[in-house]
């Protein structure tokens, strides 16, 4: 129960750094507290858990609506206490006003004082909470610590009518009273018709000299709670006596509680006071009225009660925020505009009136929950196997080859929720780093909202409208703006269209088409399938057509030639093709021999993965020898492990097999043999993929 409250409430947090924009904040609490299976990431199940349906429907009738649940909540928390204290205060007040005249007498400086029942604690908590949330500055009547609290209240009557609750024994002065309301400012007088200045005042001379900020800032807070129990009531009692009143040093009262004649010590310039009241003025005008920000009810506690050691509270307290917080970065964001949308879509469709179909605009980058097929990169239809075998091919690379564990390399297949996250974002980050050609790369960015309106014969479809660019010219700075942003890529939407826009934007429009042997092909052809430019940008960071070593001419007589573009040097990740074995194209050795033994899988108008687990598989102590390839497929809905063994040249192998009927022959082996010529592929039990 214990992990399910802490994974709700940190699924709450995110929701509000998400809501708020914090994209850095969020990259910072998933790699301090990473995801996991219990986590939540739809706003609607968070919404359910929680039981915010009627709270969530009421805020967004509101005129201004907040954006996030965790704001809905703390607001009506708020508001339920703010009604609650009202209530009490207002209850107290009602009985308080319906005294009558005979309660009230006139002690020997003519001012009126409560001779009307006992007030009761509650009603005094009550009263003090109101006026406490009024003003911060309010005084404190002081009450000396070896002083038992009176037995009854009295209340006081102010000149302008307004009753005020006063302490046992303390009245207003009628002379201060009178001098005030003649005050050309008109401040003090209204402000204590509105009951804001209820407290004892000595003389105007005594509190002039003395007006300065409460020094005992937490032990007044604690009259904003309200004791429950007798022994709460009396600790309770016990800690507003130590209180003293504002301006009003300790130092500056005598044993009964009032306050001395002397004035404040100074230094013979008479400085030292004066510059210690210009302090406090400082330090007060800096700190937050709690009646702004409506926190009527709040407790606050272990607050040091020193000024000099607030200041090194926040200085402590900023150090590991500064820590913490990811490094900032110097980014060339810039929104989409339609000139740059028109020249995407006429590289990858063709034309600016085509449009992404739903299932390329619903495609992103989701991994597998299967327990064993963890590392997979799920397809949810046809159209985008292309790019998302070349992706699932560089997270492995990056998984398997590349991350320092101590695990071996079969139970590095078992992979957490954040490893794979992480290499996702790491092999995103290799493959705009090489279209960049390792100098620069652009990041296309979902913004949530259109950023141009079209015009002219671009049609919109409310994705490439809504990206924000962001271009970078560092690989760690890459990689860092990646991981703040890798959810966009793997949860979407538009996980799988924003990549490939990345990877044109990051080798540019033009360089793009300048790759192609025909400069009007297309990254999308018919049907919504990849084409090989698509792949080969991906793979090798140029959108050449084919896939041969290098480059081509052919005589086109008369002394001119056509220039076929290839593959110009080895690959991280390789590509076999049933092409080549229907003689069709030539894969070179940039390819099907990468570094890394990975394989990008073109077979029947559909791409998959071919992948060892042993590094070092093209070396040639391999030549002879069987070894294991593992085959995954996004789109056919795997449920366990493909394990193929191979057996190349082998002479009793070959031999049984030369009398196989060669139309029966899975086309999956038909690509190995590509590549191992001769070799036998035992399907270890699985059934074969025809």
Not at 367 to 375: G, V, W
Not at 460 to 489: H, K, M, P, Y
Not at 651 to 658: F, I, R
Request: negative net charge; proline residues 5%.
């Amino acid at each position: 129960m214990g992990k399910d409250v802490e994974e709700v409430a940190a699924s709450l947090v995110r929701e509000y750094l998400s809501r708020k924009g914090l994209k850095k904040t969020i990259a910072c609490m998933d790699e301090e507290l990473p995801r996991t299976s219990l986590s939540i990431n739809n706003r609607s199940d968070l919404r359910r858990i929680l039981h915010l349906e009627s709270l969530y429907k009421r805020n967004k009738s509101e005129e201004h609506p907040l954006k996030s649940m965790l704001e809905i909540v703390v607001q009506e928390r708020m508001r339920k206490s703010g009604d609650a204290k009202r209530s009490s205060v207002m209850d107290s007040r009602t009985r308080l006003s319906g005294a009558p005249a005979s309660a009230f007498a006139e002690d020997d400086d003519g001012a009126r004082v409560w001779r009307g029942p006992d007030l009761t604690d509650q009603h005094r908590a009550s009263l003090s909470v109101s006026e406490s949330s009024s003003a911060v500055s309010q005084p404190i009547a002081p009450v000396s610590a070896n002083e038992t609290p009176p037995p009854k209240s009295e209340r006081g009557v102010s000149s302008s009518g307004q009753d005020g609750l006063l302490p046992a024994g303390k009245v207003w002065s009628s002379s201060v009273r009178k001098s005030e309301d003649v005050d050309g400012q008109g401040n003090r007088t209204s402000r204590m018709r509105r009951g804001i200045l209820a407290g004892p005042i000595t003389t105007s001379t005594q509190e002039n000299s003395r007006r300065r900020p409460a020094r005992k800032a937490a032990g007044s807070l604690c009259l904003l709670t309200k004791p429950d129990d007798d022994s709460d009531r009396a600790n309770w009692m016990s800690q507003s006596s130590s209180v003293e009143p504002d301006g009003i040093d300790p130092s500056e009262t005598d044993s009964s509680g009032s306050v001395s004649s002397h004035r404040p010590s100074m230094n013979n310039d008479g400085s030292d006071g004066l510059q210690r009241v210009k302090s406090h003025k400082n330090k007060s005008a800096r700190s937050p009225r709690v009646d702004g920000l409506h926190m009527e009810g709040m407790v606050l506690d272990d607050i040091d009660d020193d000024d000099d050691d607030e200041e090194d509270l926040r200085g402590l307290s900023a150090g590991p925020v500064l820590r913490s917080s990811p490094p900032q970065l110097n980014l060339d964001k810039h929104p989409m505009d339609q000139q740059t949308a028109t020249a995407l879509k006429e590289i990858i469709f063709g034309s600016p009136v085509m449009c992404f179909s739903e299932e390329w605009k619903r495609q992103s980058f989701t991994f597998s929950n299967t327990p064993d097929l963890r590392y997979g990169i799920v397809q949810k239809k046809g159209g985008p196997c292309g790019v998302l075998a070349a992706v699932q091919a560089t997270v492995l690379q990056k998984l398997l080859f590349e991350r320092s564990s101590s695990d071996s390399t079969s139970e590095r297949l078992r992979v957490s929720d954040a490893v794979r996250t992480k290499c996702l974002a790491e092999a995103v980050a290799e493959i705009l780093w090489r279209a960049g050609g390792r100098k620069k790369a652009t990041v296309a960015v979902n913004s949530g909202r259109s950023l141009f309106t079209p015009v002219g014969r671009y049609r919109s479809e409310g994705v490439l409208e809504t990206i924000t660019c962001v271009s970078v010219e560092g690989l760690d700075d890459l990689q860092l703006l990646l991981r703040q942003n890798i959810q966009q890529f793997e949860s979407g939407p538009f996980g799988c269209v924003l990549l490939i826009v990345s990877a044109i934007l990051s080798r540019t429009v033009q360089m793009v088409r300048g790759d192609m042997d025909v400069p009007t092909s297309t990254l999308i052809g018919a049907h919504g399938y990849c084409t090989q430019e698509l792949v080969n940008l991906l793979l090798c960071g140029r959108a050449v057509s084919n896939v041969f070593n290098d480059e081509l001419k052919l005589d086109s007589g008369n002394g001119n030639f056509t220039l076929l573009k290839g593959v110009r040097e080895r690959c991280n990740v390789g590509l076999l093709s049933l092409f080549e074995h229907y003689n069709i194209c030539k894969v070179g050795s940039h390819l099907k021999t990468p570094r890394f033994p990975l394989w990008v899988v073109c077979s029947e108008s559909h791409f998959s993965v071919l992948f060892s687990l042993c590094e070092d598989l093209m070396s040639s102590r391999w030549s002879t020898r069987e070894f294991d390839l593992y085959y995954y497929d996004g789109l056919a809905n795997q449920q366990e492990p493909i394990r193929l063994t191979v057996y190349p040249a082998s002479a009793v192998k070959a031999s049984n097999s030369e009398d196989t009927d060669l139309d029966l022959t899975p086309p999956l082996e038909l690509c190995i043999r590509t590549r191992w010529a001769d070799a036998v592929v035992s399907w270890n039990e699985s059934e074969p993929i025809l």
